[in-house]
Nanobody, 127 residues
Framework: QLQLVESGGGLVQPGGSLRLSCAAS????????IGWFRQAPGKEREGITC????????ILRNSVQDRFTISRDNAKNTVYLQMNSLKPEDTAVYYC????????????????????WGQGTQVTVSS
């Protein structure tokens, strides 16, 4: 059974950066597309980025374009989310999730496509 653990969250000032990690155990990430989602208080969980199985395809939510970057290191069984130029509205619990995908280019920002979820890590952007 694939298990995912997020880390790297914390408190950061506006304009700052954080790098989140999503480490997998119990199975290799080689066969999964990985997405990052976030949920702010009182809001729905939203997909912000996803990387395909082979890493050739990524998708980003418009609100994080040019600020966030997703990458994967299959040798370390880990996916990363680099977040730059953080804004107060980025404050949320961030989750990574894994999906088998229909092919090696598959990506999605829809929650229902993902089978395995981590517990989340809190990101707070505040001065």
């Amino acid at each position: 059974q694939l298990q995912l653990v997020e880390s790297g969250g914390g408190l950061v000032q506006p304009g700052g950066s954080l790098r989140l990690s999503c480490a997998a155990s119990g199975s290799t990430l080689d066969y999964y597309a990985i997405g990052w989602f976030r949920q702010a208080p009182g809001k729905e969980r939203e997909g912000i980025t996803c990387i395909s199985i082979g890493g050739r395809t990524t998708i980003l939510r418009n609100s994080v374009q040019d600020r966030f970057t997703i990458s994967r290191d299959n040798a370390k069984n880990t996916v990363y989310l680099q977040m730059n130029s953080l804004k107060p509205e980025d404050t949320a619990v961030y989750y990574c999730a894994a999906a088998r995908g229909s092919n090696s280019w598959w990506v999605s920002l829809a929650k229902n496509g993902f089978e395995f979820w981590g517990q989340g890590t809190q990101v707070t952007v505040s001065s």
